[in-house]
């Protein structure tokens, strides 16, 4: 996407092309760096280990990058406000006994409650509050996740805690 709004900048009568060039290329090389730093780290995990459960199913794009499994959603469907019925909390908590999932995620934008329900009947760790992920918005100031890639390092790195991995160092160019 950055190099098609880039493109679309470059139409733009009065912007500066070669800094909008410049820009374009020092972010996506920032975006191949953290690309790099997620896969390496995600591939210390064995593939049946990679295992996720979230408030919904926010994270396909992720899943998929990286080979992770998704168990299950704390939210029966796309619909934030939507409340999972009493046997659907107990088929999740099944799901997350049966296939030994670590932790249940919940997201900064999203209330936590349900997910601390689930997380404490099944007797996992539930990340909540500031250990919440971000997944439909990014963070206020000052947050991890004010930015996507401050996010996405966020995000990373609570995963990869909860699979109980120290995550690496992060790229000289994502440092700062």
């Given at each position: ?163 109980g991995v120290e995550p690496s160092e ?7």
């Amino acid at each position: 996407m950055a190099l098609n709004i880039a493109a679309g900048l470059a139409d733009v009568p009065g912007l500066d092309a070669a800094a909008v060039d410049a820009n374009t290329a020092d972010y996506v090389a920032e975006l191949d760096a953290l690309d790099e730093w997620i896969a390496a780290n995600v591939e210390q995990v064995p593939v049946d280990e990679r295992l996720l459960v979230t408030n919904h199913d926010a994270y396909t794009y992720f899943l998929h990058a990286y080979d992770i499994t998704f168990v299950g959603s704390v939210i029966p469907s796309f619909d934030d406000n939507a409340e999972p019925s009493a046997a659907e909390i107990d088929e999740l908590v099944e799901r997350i006994r049966e296939t030994g999932v670590h932790a249940v995620f919940s997201e900064a934008s999203i209330s936590s409650k349900t997910a601390e329900t689930i997380a404490a009947e099944a007797g996992v760790e539930v990340y909540a509050g500031d250990e919440a992920l971000y997944g439909d918005s990014l963070g206020r100031p000052g947050t991890d996740g004010e930015t996507y890639l401050g996010s996405q390092i966020h995000n990373t790195r609570l995963i990869l805690q909860s699979w109980g991995v120290e995550p690496s160092e992060l790229p000289a160019v994502l440092q700062g």
